[in-house]
């Protein structure tokens, strides 16, 4: 029995294009899972028990640790040298540390810059949760 060849290259995928490793969109649901405290592993048991999808755990890690790299490389930009008008909030959240969920409140500082546009200057996670007059640490 002759197996058909196909050697011309014409044939375009349709779900996943040419020299993509993975789904697009599929790094940002990987990242979305571990922000919510859901560990490497979880993540794997994860998208085996609701998707039949089996990934590896390293795969989980390189994802998430190239998140990382994008979010310390966002933490060192240059910043505007004046902000005419600054916002800061806080928002509370639930967080997995260590196996037990926590409350941690995510700080975020907005700047104005002088033509109007907005610019989210500077984000971090307490270590604790901030107490309920909405004043707390500022650590990361």
Partial sequence: MAIPRYRQATFDPQ?????QRRFPGFDDKIVSMY?????????VAHLREFYGIE???????AVTNAALEEVAAWQARPLEPVYPVM?????QV???????VRNKAVHIALGVRDDGS?????SGWSRTRAPSSGCGSWTS
């Fill in 55 to 61: 990934v590896s755990p390293d795969l989980i890690t």
């Fill in 118 to 122: 907005k610019k989210i200057s500077a």
């Fill in 94 to 100: 639930k967080v997995r540390d260590a196996g037990v």
């Fill in 87 to 91: 916002f800061f909030g806080a928002l």
């Fill in 35 to 43: 922000a919510r405290g859901m560990s490497a592993r979880e993540i």
């Fill in 15 to 19: 779900l996943i294009a040419r020299y």
